[in-house]
């Protein structure tokens, strides 16, 4: 007893669909990392994007953010709750996503997702084939076709 069924014979306008799907994600995804490339290397490492102020310690100094003041999380918690902060701090993180050399990962991460999506969708194009078309080339009515 075969563990899989046989594979069926692919008609050669699937095959074309399928070898197309196939570039358009190979071709996503060396453009994406070239991208992200060229943005990690022209873009500055994005550390005090949003500070408030500076203080200095030790001879150093060191940015003050929202976050880190007393007054801000207490206004947060009173105005918003707990559930405020966490949202705020969701929000800023997002955020830094898309500046500095953060965006060159997050360029990276997006192409491979679309590569992989495509790979993806060709298994399932192959597993799950498209139906049939009737007899006479007509559809089957859809939600709102056929309802007088």
Do not use: C
Request: proline share 9%; no cysteine; glycine share 12%.
């Amino acid at each position: 007893m075969p563990l899989m069924a046989a594979p069926r014979p692919v008609p050669p306008t699937e095959a074309a669909l399928h070898a197309r799907l196939l570039r358009v994600g190979s071709v996503l995804l060396v453009a994406g990392l070239v991208a992200a490339a060229l943005v990690y290397w022209r873009a500055k490492t994005v550390k005090d994007a949003g500070a408030i102020g500076y203080t200095v310690e030790g001879g150093n100094s060191y940015a003050v953010m929202p976050a880190d003041s007393k007054a801000y999380n207490y206004e947060m918690e009173r105005m918003e709750g707990k559930e405020g902060i966490l949202y705020a701090e969701i929000l800023d993180w997002f955020e830094s996503l898309w500046h500095g050399r953060r965006l060159a990962g997050t360029l990276a991460v997006l192409s491979l997702g679309g590569f992989l999506g495509s790979r993806l969708l060709v298994r399932l194009l192959i597993a799950y084939p498209p139906l049939p078309a009737k007899p006479g080339g007509t559809r089957p009515p859809g939600p709102r076709q056929g309802i007088s």
